[in-house]
């Protein structure tokens, strides 16, 4: 039915890094690692989860290690439930902009970064995965999560970018408006998803 909901997703982005910070590119697994303030904003999200009692059935983690030391806090609320670690909810491969800033790319590349925000078929820089390939390659995960969660509410830990493209595919949002969603480290953002549609329940949600 129209209205019959599939699973219920809230999303928590993984505590602050040096990068996220700065603003930089990185899809490296091993590094950097969440921060003292990163796990500060982890602790008043865990805090959230608890105080609002936020159900959850499942919690899944992308691999890399900011993500698994926010999914190992997550976990603590719901008595060190285990949580699964899935490959495809890595941030976009971005080849050799990894490291940079975007002010370094502004003004190293200044073609390639207007390439990377309107043109979003095309792999900026060009040993990258392009946004709409990244776009798609979420939402596939994504849809698979959901169909091995039937009626469930499951707790994602991620990545900025990840989030930005689960908004999209939701949405439908064109694939260019990627870098106009503003997700912050150590915040929530849930997502309903029905049997032909999806609903952006709240977005950005950072603890104070």
């Not at 999200?45 to 190992?72: E, M």
């Not at 707790?155 to 970018?161: A, N």
Request: charged fraction near 25%; charge should be negative; aromatic fraction near 10%.
């Amino acid at each position: 039915m129209y209205f019959s909901r599939k699973c219920k997703v809230t999303f928590i982005c993984h505590g602050a890094t040096i990068y996220s910070d700065e603003f930089r590119f990185s899809d490296v697994d091993n590094y950097p690692p969440i921060t003292e303030a990163g796990y500060e904003e982890m602790t008043k999200i865990c805090d959230y989860l608890k105080q609002r009692a936020v159900k959850n059935d499942k919690i899944y983690s992308s691999p890399a290690t900011r993500a698994l030391q926010s999914a190992k806090m997550v976990s603590k609320v719901y008595g060190k439930k285990d949580f699964e670690i899935l490959e495809d909810l890595k941030p976009r491969k971005c080849g050799s902009f990894n490291g940079l800033t975007f002010e370094q790319v502004e003004i190293k590349y200044p073609d390639l970064l207007n390439q990377l925000i309107n043109e979003p078929d095309k792999r900026t820089p060009e040993d990258a995965e392009s946004i709409s390939e990244f776009i798609t390659r979420v939402g596939k995960t994504l849809d698979s999560v959901v169909d091995a969660n039937i009626g469930n509410r499951i707790i994602i830990v991620t990545h900025p970018d990840v989030i930005k493209a689960a908004i999209c595919d939701a949405l439908n949002i064109p694939h260019s408006e990627l870098q106009h969603i503003y997700i912050k480290t150590g915040s929530a953002t849930q997502i309903s998803y029905y049997e032909s549609w999806k609903s952006l329940v709240y977005c950005d949600y950072t603890p104070l």
